[in-house]
């Protein structure tokens, strides 16, 4: 598993910049419409980082029972401090010690870009949801060429470090369509986003 640095993981939630902030704002409304009225009373998310994440999901679903987790130790510590009241526990997304069909709704967001193989991670997903899947992933080209601007990464061509994986829309929707149901779509900028359900 190709895993990216602290320091880009933790970044963008704790940027000061006005349009970061609006970004990652944009994001989590994106996110809540695509889950809102849906039926849901238990939520996994795989891949919580620094739990920044998992605080957003809480609020979304104050009542619900929320677990997480991440493969790598100093993540799950990192997230457990900021979330005390969450069951966070490290493991890999290849192999979730979960029963099938556990969560009403499995969250993996901004993991998958990360991934050897994404293939076997969906399937991984799909046999521990019972419903449903929410998805994100950079939208690409759009976010190596906002990395451009910024004067990101520019002998990477704007290419995100640990970023070994790229999809478009339709690419993406074509992966998800192997394993999942397409529910719904949002784009919120620079990102895919995806509701799915279990075939």
């Known amino acids: 598993m190709n895993i990216t640095s602290k320091e880009n993981?933790?970044?963008?939630?704790?940027?000061?910049?006005?349009?970061?902030?609006?970004?990652i704002k944009n994001f989590y409304k994106n996110l809540a419409n695509?889950?809102?009225?849906?039926?849901?009373?238990?939520?996994?998310?795989?891949?919580?980082?620094?739990?920044?994440?998992?605080?957003?999901?809480r609020n979304f679903f104050p009542t619900q029972l929320i677990e997480a987790s991440d493969y790598e130790q100093n993540l799950v510590d990192d997230a457990k401090i900021k979330n005390p009241d969450i069951n966070i526990?490290?493991?890999?997304?290849?192999?979730?010690?979960?029963?099938?069909?556990?969560?009403?709704l499995v969250v993996c967001l901004e993991?998958?870009?990360h991934?050897?193989?994404?293939?076997?991670?969906?399937?991984e997903l799909a046999r521990v949801t019972n419903n449903f899947c929410l998805l994100s992933v950079p939208n690409e080209p759009l976010w190596r060429l906002m990395n451009l601007m910024r004067g990101k990464y520019?002998?990477?061509?704007?290419?995100t470090p640990g970023h070994i994986n790229h999809w478009s829309r339709a690419r993406f929707l074509d992966l998800l369509s192997k394993y999942f149901k397409i529910i719904d779509y949002k784009q919120p900028v620079?990102?895919?986003m995806v509701l799915v359900a279990k075939k």
């Open 115 to 123: 991934l050897d193989n994404p293939d076997e991670a969906l399937r």
């Open 9 to 23: 993981f933790e970044k963008k939630y704790t940027e000061t910049n006005f349009i970061t902030n609006w970004l």
């Open 34 to 57: 695509l889950v809102k009225n849906k039926n849901i009373d238990s939520v996994l998310e795989v891949g919580c980082g620094h739990g920044f994440s998992t605080q957003y999901l």
């Open 190 to 192: 620079p990102w895919n």
């Open 111 to 113: 993991v998958l870009e």
């Open 89 to 104: 526990k490290r493991e890999s997304i290849y192999d979730l010690q979960r029963s099938d069909n556990s969560f009403d």
């Open 154 to 159: 520019i002998k990477d061509f704007g290419n």
